[in-house]
């Protein structure tokens, strides 16, 4: 029987191959275009207009840590322990 994090691993090469590739990628790219869009227009809504360079820069780098951090094995901010 094969364990959780091989059918994972199998399926995620899966996705990435020949044509499914570009749309997983597609959609990848599309999520966070939109995530990042959300952004941008809940701070214009709140009357900050920064520079869309800046906004995708920071979301970037927020993602990328959050990531990070995850992958050290920390405890992210909003997991509730009890």
């Keep these: 029987m094969r364990s959780r994090a091989e059918a994972i691993a199998e399926q995620s ?24 869009a959300v952004l941008y227009l809940m701070l214009w809504g709140l009357g900050s207009t920064p520079h869309i360079g800046a906004v995708l820069l920071a979301y970037t780098v927020g993602w990328r840590l959050r990531q990070l951090s995850a992958a050290a094995g920390t405890v992210r901010p909003h997991a509730v322990h009890g």
């Design 13 to 36: 090469q899966q996705l990435l191959r020949g044509r499914k590739a570009f749309l997983t990628l597609g959609w990848s790219f599309g999520y966070w275009l939109t995530d990042a």
